[in-house]
């Protein structure tokens, strides 16, 4: 296992932007459900 040391600004701007790409990801999956509640299963 490898140790990585960065400034705690820098990670709190990589958790924000994590956060921000998990809104779009739970955004655009929320549409597509939401799209398609009908499909026939087969």
Known sequence: M???TM???AFRS???QIA???AHVRAASGDKK???P???LT
Request: overall charge negative; hydrophobic content about 45%; aromatic content about 0%.
């Open 38 to 40: 009908d499909r026939l």
């Open 7 to 9: 400034e705690s600004s």
């Open 2 to 4: 490898k140790v990585i």
């Open 34 to 36: 939401a799209a398609s």
């Open 20 to 22: 921000e790409i998990a």
């Open 14 to 16: 990589l958790t924000e």
